[in-house]
């Protein structure tokens, strides 16, 4: 199966995605994400005022049977969260890029972004890891 | 809903209680008031009435004799719910639960007027020691879970005692999930043990094991139904490095009377007397857990040990070392009474027989399915299972159709579906556990009924993702109950 | 007897389909040296007749509370399990086999019974605490009550500690030390009480200064005294703390407020009074109730209500989450089986007894114990130590030595209850005295005469 994966992000091992709109990140979860996590149905979002570390844990998705920590892609400041998903979390499950974004952060390093993977990169990380949940 | 009470047939419909309250009715006939009336100063009295339904008797009668009616259980057919051991819980043991002499006795009543409650006890903490091969078994934990954590709090009290509580507990990733939820409840972190092909190798165990890991938490039978064979082995590496062994006695059915656990190197253990020993699990309880120790661990257990001195039986009062009790009373002392009354019945021979023949049921299960559902690993393929197997929706995938839809079309044809889902390492998987009360021929209907639904996935693929079609509510929306949560009527 | 339909020729059928000659064969992985070799040693199985009136014969050993039978004598026995009238009706319907012999409802297509059974103790729960939201129960009071104790700590992340009152019940504050162990002692304070039996509020507001997680109040308390929430809980909150209030008679509610109309933040406690026999201890019901802003923090199984495929109401499992089946190490809790039969048994007891039998019956409860004070006050051989309010038990102080006024007592056909010293060495002589509905005018009359005779 094949995902969208827009060219102009960033993503984690852990399926974040991160987006640069000037001294700002934009982070939300990848449409890979949502599709194996299925119906989401609470999100879970820090404060506004929040520091945050590359690879700390941000919050909480969680579908009817599973749950999954939310990780930062970059360090930063929480800027703003999205009230909306939290009421309506079924907005990540259908536009995960878009309205269903999760948390804007200040930039700090931007080296921090390089460590993550770009879009051909996360294809091919998928790639592998469906294969590998095939195998026995 | 329809506005008559009759829903299809004789299925009949019920509001909720609160929904037939009419103003002024009442359903129970108290004791008149014999003495003067007193009240309690207006400061301290409830200032609105609490709203209780206002039904007659017959209107409660009614309302839940119906709702019974849309429950399954044992009484209605074969529930083959892996690791849960859904055996036939016979009658004669509600009635000896519910004698007078068991029932209308207090815990602080004086032990000489419990003598009974207590020689009950006495024997019935004898009789799990023989079948497990522990030393000691304490009564108290009420279910699995809570003697999981008696379990681990001994073991961390064994480790204190010798100067250093150690950090991790090792868990294979097999296991039930209250595992690794009791461990972190006492304190400990967790270290998942990934299994390989579904058996836990000694050379894993050896890798993982240092002076950090205070226990090496199994299952066994594990819960993919396979005894875990390097057992002994596993036992020496962890006891070498100062760890001790606790073991999860869910899958207790599959070996009474075949092995100990207690001669395997298990230091701790709990029973489940709800699964093995036949106590009804009444929609999700009461239950009883029980925990069983090597000698070297009695003096950790929690009350009651009742101990027999000059003809009486005393309540054994614990030492400094225990870890303190983790529920009040003697724990669910009626739950013991028909555990007790289970193996009295049984004995012995009837305890051997009851594993032998859950073990044949399940194999015989797994010989008739396994060309229609795939089996996950080769180790389950080879080997006899135990008391359970598991498949998974591997070969019915490709039309589609996943566990899911396979458990809700069981339901259309009388059956209770297996536990689904699990063990996580098991993608899609279907855990059947028939138990020794099935006969052959419920046990061939119900095979009969999971080739019908293989062959429906192949050719009626909608049957099944609308499934199930003859229960008295279609598929439950869960997305929307979890999404808006209505967790309570209100007017 | 044991319960296997099998005949010998299933066994061969079968073992012919496996493919193997014998049963052993079935058991081969098992390594022949760890296999028993000899036969369990246990007692010789028993027919069923014979094992009736082998288990009639233990249990008429036993002293019974109040049932009329050969060996009853009349009791005063309470202490966190109370004797009341429990209709036919609650075993009978609670006896069924549909209600018995099913799983926790995790198909809810084949579970709407207990579902449904369970969403209505929830509300009721909810009435009775004057909550928000209450889960599917609990063990017992005492395991429901450390629970509220992790709980809080998941609410507060920042602070640790636990602050409870000592007239909390002894086995309950025993186990909130056990499910805390591996905690530095420092994070334990306790409260003693005032000249009425109360809470001492000076001491509360002092260690509150530590900044605890939760504060736990027990009302009544193991004296039966009814405790100052209005006041405690104002302190508690002013403190940022999480106030815990813990009720194991919540008959009392049908007279006392509601600890949720006066501002509780978890209300836990033992729901056995509501039809549900004393058993020796159990199984009885913990129940668990708080607002709507913790739900998630929770532990335990919660039912919600929800449609179905074709547009009916239906019930399920829900916000599943929480708990160790899908979060393991990191649960809430590690509860999985809980006490669905008990909590069935608390329903539709409270559904026969409805708005103004729960009025009548908590009013008759004080109003017995009110009396049996009256007639014990008259005598000169006992005092009365406590001046609080109490609700359907009480203590007294007897002049002479407790046991051997107990073992007179018990030869005038009473039990009188329990006594405090076990638990408060500084409480001799003390007695704790439940008094409830089943006791008739002419036994609280006959036992006063008795204590006068036996008293010294």
Redesign the interface.
């Given at each position: 199966m094949s995902y969208e994966i827009p060219d102009d992000l960033f993503y984690t091992k852990e399926h974040e995605w991160a987006r640069r709109e000037g001294d700002f990140v934009v982070v939300g979860i990848s449409a890979y994400a949502q599709e194996s996590l299925g119906?989401i149905?609470?999100i879970e979002l820090p404060k506004i005022g929040e520091e945050l570390s590359q690879n700390d844990t941000f919050g909480v998705v969680?579908?009817?049977?599973?749950?999954s920590d939310l990780f930062s892609p970059i360090s930063g400041k929480v800027v703003e969260t999205n009230g909306t998903v939290t009421e309506t979390?079924?907005l990540i499950n259908q536009d995960p890029y878009g309205e269903g974004w999760l948390i804007k952060l200040t930039m700090g390093d931007d080296s921090e972004l390089h460590n993550l993977m770009n879009a051909t990169e996360y294809e091919e990380y998928l790639g592998q890891e469906a294969k590998e949940?095939t195998e026995? | 809903m329809s506005a008559g009470p009759g829903r299809a047939g004789l299925v009949l419909a019920a509001e909720l209680i609160f929904e037939k309250s009419r103003p002024g009715r009442h359903g129970l006939s108290l004791p008149a008031l014999d003495v003067p009336l007193s009240s309690p100063p207006k400061a301290l009295t409830r200032k609105e009435d609490c709203n209780l339904p206002e039904v007659s008797e017959l209107c409660v009668v009614r309302h839940f004799t119906r709702l019974s009616s849309w429950n399954f259980g044992i009484d209605l057919g074969s529930y083959p719910l892996g690791s849960c051991t859904m055996k036939y819980n016979p009658r004669v043991n509600e009635a000896i639960a519910q004698l007078p002499g068991f029932t209308n006795i207090h815990p602080y009543q004086p032990e000489e007027l419990s003598q009974g409650a207590l020689r009950l006890i006495y024997e019935l903490e004898h009789a799990l020691s023989e079948i497990s091969g522990m030393d000691r078994v304490s009564l108290q934990p009420a279910a699995g879970a809570q003697g999981e954590l008696v379990g681990v709090k001994i073991i961390r009290a064994f480790h204190e005692s010798k100067g250093n509580p150690r950090k991790k507990i090792l868990i294979p990733d097999t296991a039930h999930g209250t595992n690794p939820a009791s461990c972190t409840l006492a304190g400990y972190e967790v270290v998942t043990i990934k299994t390989e092909n579904g058996i836990l190798e000694s050379h894993t165990v050896a890798k993982l094991m240092d002076n950090d890991v205070a226990a090496l938490m199994l299952t066994n039978p594990n819960t993919l139904g396979l005894f875990e064979t390097e057992i002994k082995e596993i036992a020496k590496i962890v006891h070498d490095k100062g760890g001790l062994v606790y073991c999860d006695g869910a899958n207790l059915n599959a070996i009474m009377g075949v092995v100990k656990l207690g001669e395997l190197g298990i230091d701790v253990m709990h029973f489940n007397l709800h699964k093995t020993f036949s106590t009804p699990h009444g929609g999700g309880g009461p239950g009883a857990g029980p925990v069983g120790v090597k000698k070297i661990l009695a003096p950790f257990l929690p009350s009651p040990l009742v101990e027999k001195s000059n003809g009486l039986y005393k309540i054994y009062p614990v030492g400094k070392n225990s870890i303190g009790r983790v529920k009040g009373f003697f724990g669910n002392f009626l739950v013991l009474v028909r555990a007790y009354a289970y193996i009295r019945a049984l004995g012995a021979p009837g305890l051997k027989r009851t594993s032998q023949m859950a073990v044949l049921n399940a194999n015989y299960i797994k010989a008739r399915l396994k060309d229609s559902y795939d089996l996950?690993?080769d180790e389950i393929e080879k080997r006899p299972c135990m008391h359970e197997t598991v498949f998974t929706d591997k070969k019915q995938q490709q039309y589609g159709v996943t566990t899911l839809d396979i458990a809700k079309r069981l339901l259309d044809k009388g059956f209770h579906p297996p536990t689904i889902?699990f063990p996580l390492v098991?993608?899609g998987a279907l855990m059947i556990e028939p138990t020794e009360t099935e006969s052959k021929e419920e046990i061939d209907q119900l095979v009969d009924s999971l080739i019908e639904i293989s062959n429906e996935a192949k050719e009626n693929k909608k049957l099944l993702k609308e499934a199930p079609h003859n229960t008295i509510v279609g598929r439950v929306d869960?997305?929307g109950a979890?999404?808006k949560p209505k967790l309570r009527w209100r007017p | 007897m044991d319960y296997t339909p099998h005949t010998e020729k299933n066994i061969r059928e079968m073992l012919d389909k496996i493919g193997v000659k014998n049963i052993d064969d079935l058991f081969s992985n098992i390594p022949d040296q760890i296999k028993l070799k000899q036969q369990l040693d246990l007692p010789q199985p028993l027919p069923e007749p014979e094992l009736v009136s082998h288990c009639k014969e233990l249990s008429s050993i036993n002293t019974t509370l109040n049932d009329k039978g050969a060996r009853s004598l009349v009791g005063f026995i309470g202490a966190g399990t109370y004797q009341h009238f429990i209709p036919t009706v609650v075993s009978q319907l609670a006896g069924r086999g549909e209600f018995l012999t099913a799983y926790t409802p995790y198909q809810p297509e084949v579970s709407q019974g207990t579902l449904q059974a369970v969403f209505e103790f929830q509300t009721f729960i909810c009435q009775l605490t004057g909550m928000d939201v209450a889960n599917a129960s609990m063990y017992d009071g005492a395991s429901a009550t450390a629970e509220a104790v992790l709980m809080a700590h998941r609410i507060l992340k920042n602070r640790c500690g636990v602050v409870f009152a000592l007239t909390l019940h002894p086995e309950y504050q025993e186990v909130i030390r056990t499910y805390l162990s591996h905690w530095e002692s420092s994070n334990f304070q306790k409260i003693g009480w005032t000249s009425s039996g109360e809470i001492d509020l000076a001491l509360l507001k002092k260690a509150l200064e530590k900044e605890p997680a939760a504060v736990v109040i027990q009302s009544p308390n193991f004296f039966g005294i009814i405790e100052p929430l209005k006041e405690a809980l104002e302190l508690i909150h002013k403190s940022g703390a999480i106030a815990i209030v813990v009720n194991n008679n919540p008959t009392s509610l049908g007279l006392f407020e509601a600890p949720g109309n006066l501002g509780a933040d978890i209300v836990v406690g033992e729901a056995q009074a509501f039809g549900n026999e004393i058993g020796f201890g159990g199984p009885h019901v913990g129940f668990f109730a708080t607002k709507d802003e913790f739900v998630?923090t929770m532990p335990g199984r919660l039912v919600g209500e929800t449609m179905d495929n074709r547009g009916q109401r239906a019930f399920t499992l829900t916000l599943?989450?929480r708990e160790q089946h899908?979060?393991r190490e990191?649960a809430t809790s590690n509860i999985c089986t809980n006490q669905g039969i008990c909590a069935l048994k608390a329903s539709i007891y409270l559904s026969l007894l409805g708005k103004e039998g729960l009025k009548q019956l908590a009013s008759l409860n004080y109003s017995k114990s009110e009396f049996l004070k009256s007639l014990l006050k008259k005598e000169g051989k006992i005092s009365f130590p406590f001046s609080g309010t109490t609700y359907n038990e009480f203590v007294l102080k007897l002049h002479g030595n407790e046991n051997e006024t107990y073992k007179k007592l018990i030869k005038e056909g009473f039990i009188p209850g329990v006594t405090l010293s076990h638990w408060y060495p500084e409480l001799p002589n003390h007695l704790l005295i439940n008094v409830t509905e089943i006791h008739p005018k002419s036994e609280l009359e006959r036992f006063t005469e008795a204590l006068r005779r036996v008293a010294t």
């Amino acid at each position: 199966m094949s995902y969208e994966i827009p060219d102009d992000l960033f993503y984690t091992k852990e399926h974040e995605w991160a987006r640069r709109e000037g001294d700002f990140v934009v982070v939300g979860i990848s449409a890979y994400a949502q599709e194996s996590l299925g119906d989401i149905v609470f999100i879970e979002l820090p404060k506004i005022g929040e520091e945050l570390s590359q690879n700390d844990t941000f919050g909480v998705v969680e579908s009817v049977k599973a749950v999954s920590d939310l990780f930062s892609p970059i360090s930063g400041k929480v800027v703003e969260t999205n009230g909306t998903v939290t009421e309506t979390p079924e907005l990540i499950n259908q536009d995960p890029y878009g309205e269903g974004w999760l948390i804007k952060l200040t930039m700090g390093d931007d080296s921090e972004l390089h460590n993550l993977m770009n879009a051909t990169e996360y294809e091919e990380y998928l790639g592998q890891e469906a294969k590998e949940a095939t195998e026995p | 809903m329809s506005a008559g009470p009759g829903r299809a047939g004789l299925v009949l419909a019920a509001e909720l209680i609160f929904e037939k309250s009419r103003p002024g009715r009442h359903g129970l006939s108290l004791p008149a008031l014999d003495v003067p009336l007193s009240s309690p100063p207006k400061a301290l009295t409830r200032k609105e009435d609490c709203n209780l339904p206002e039904v007659s008797e017959l209107c409660v009668v009614r309302h839940f004799t119906r709702l019974s009616s849309w429950n399954f259980g044992i009484d209605l057919g074969s529930y083959p719910l892996g690791s849960c051991t859904m055996k036939y819980n016979p009658r004669v043991n509600e009635a000896i639960a519910q004698l007078p002499g068991f029932t209308n006795i207090h815990p602080y009543q004086p032990e000489e007027l419990s003598q009974g409650a207590l020689r009950l006890i006495y024997e019935l903490e004898h009789a799990l020691s023989e079948i497990s091969g522990m030393d000691r078994v304490s009564l108290q934990p009420a279910a699995g879970a809570q003697g999981e954590l008696v379990g681990v709090k001994i073991i961390r009290a064994f480790h204190e005692s010798k100067g250093n509580p150690r950090k991790k507990i090792l868990i294979p990733d097999t296991a039930h999930g209250t595992n690794p939820a009791s461990c972190t409840l006492a304190g400990y972190e967790v270290v998942t043990i990934k299994t390989e092909n579904g058996i836990l190798e000694s050379h894993t165990v050896a890798k993982l094991m240092d002076n950090d890991v205070a226990a090496l938490m199994l299952t066994n039978p594990n819960t993919l139904g396979l005894f875990e064979t390097e057992i002994k082995e596993i036992a020496k590496i962890v006891h070498d490095k100062g760890g001790l062994v606790y073991c999860d006695g869910a899958n207790l059915n599959a070996i009474m009377g075949v092995v100990k656990l207690g001669e395997l190197g298990i230091d701790v253990m709990h029973f489940n007397l709800h699964k093995t020993f036949s106590t009804p699990h009444g929609g999700g309880g009461p239950g009883a857990g029980p925990v069983g120790v090597k000698k070297i661990l009695a003096p950790f257990l929690p009350s009651p040990l009742v101990e027999k001195s000059n003809g009486l039986y005393k309540i054994y009062p614990v030492g400094k070392n225990s870890i303190g009790r983790v529920k009040g009373f003697f724990g669910n002392f009626l739950v013991l009474v028909r555990a007790y009354a289970y193996i009295r019945a049984l004995g012995a021979p009837g305890l051997k027989r009851t594993s032998q023949m859950a073990v044949l049921n399940a194999n015989y299960i797994k010989a008739r399915l396994k060309d229609s559902y795939d089996l996950p690993f080769d180790e389950i393929e080879k080997r006899p299972c135990m008391h359970e197997t598991v498949f998974t929706d591997k070969k019915q995938q490709q039309y589609g159709v996943t566990t899911l839809d396979i458990a809700k079309r069981l339901l259309d044809k009388g059956f209770h579906p297996p536990t689904i889902y699990f063990p996580l390492v098991v993608h899609g998987a279907l855990m059947i556990e028939p138990t020794e009360t099935e006969s052959k021929e419920e046990i061939d209907q119900l095979v009969d009924s999971l080739i019908e639904i293989s062959n429906e996935a192949k050719e009626n693929k909608k049957l099944l993702k609308e499934a199930p079609h003859n229960t008295i509510v279609g598929r439950v929306d869960e997305v929307g109950a979890a999404r808006k949560p209505k967790l309570r009527w209100r007017p | 007897m044991d319960y296997t339909p099998h005949t010998e020729k299933n066994i061969r059928e079968m073992l012919d389909k496996i493919g193997v000659k014998n049963i052993d064969d079935l058991f081969s992985n098992i390594p022949d040296q760890i296999k028993l070799k000899q036969q369990l040693d246990l007692p010789q199985p028993l027919p069923e007749p014979e094992l009736v009136s082998h288990c009639k014969e233990l249990s008429s050993i036993n002293t019974t509370l109040n049932d009329k039978g050969a060996r009853s004598l009349v009791g005063f026995i309470g202490a966190g399990t109370y004797q009341h009238f429990i209709p036919t009706v609650v075993s009978q319907l609670a006896g069924r086999g549909e209600f018995l012999t099913a799983y926790t409802p995790y198909q809810p297509e084949v579970s709407q019974g207990t579902l449904q059974a369970v969403f209505e103790f929830q509300t009721f729960i909810c009435q009775l605490t004057g909550m928000d939201v209450a889960n599917a129960s609990m063990y017992d009071g005492a395991s429901a009550t450390a629970e509220a104790v992790l709980m809080a700590h998941r609410i507060l992340k920042n602070r640790c500690g636990v602050v409870f009152a000592l007239t909390l019940h002894p086995e309950y504050q025993e186990v909130i030390r056990t499910y805390l162990s591996h905690w530095e002692s420092s994070n334990f304070q306790k409260i003693g009480w005032t000249s009425s039996g109360e809470i001492d509020l000076a001491l509360l507001k002092k260690a509150l200064e530590k900044e605890p997680a939760a504060v736990v109040i027990q009302s009544p308390n193991f004296f039966g005294i009814i405790e100052p929430l209005k006041e405690a809980l104002e302190l508690i909150h002013k403190s940022g703390a999480i106030a815990i209030v813990v009720n194991n008679n919540p008959t009392s509610l049908g007279l006392f407020e509601a600890p949720g109309n006066l501002g509780a933040d978890i209300v836990v406690g033992e729901a056995q009074a509501f039809g549900n026999e004393i058993g020796f201890g159990g199984p009885h019901v913990g129940f668990f109730a708080t607002k709507d802003e913790f739900v998630r923090t929770m532990p335990g199984r919660l039912v919600g209500e929800t449609m179905d495929n074709r547009g009916q109401r239906a019930f399920t499992l829900t916000l599943s989450t929480r708990e160790q089946h899908i979060r393991r190490e990191r649960a809430t809790s590690n509860i999985c089986t809980n006490q669905g039969i008990c909590a069935l048994k608390a329903s539709i007891y409270l559904s026969l007894l409805g708005k103004e039998g729960l009025k009548q019956l908590a009013s008759l409860n004080y109003s017995k114990s009110e009396f049996l004070k009256s007639l014990l006050k008259k005598e000169g051989k006992i005092s009365f130590p406590f001046s609080g309010t109490t609700y359907n038990e009480f203590v007294l102080k007897l002049h002479g030595n407790e046991n051997e006024t107990y073992k007179k007592l018990i030869k005038e056909g009473f039990i009188p209850g329990v006594t405090l010293s076990h638990w408060y060495p500084e409480l001799p002589n003390h007695l704790l005295i439940n008094v409830t509905e089943i006791h008739p005018k002419s036994e609280l009359e006959r036992f006063t005469e008795a204590l006068r005779r036996v008293a010294t």
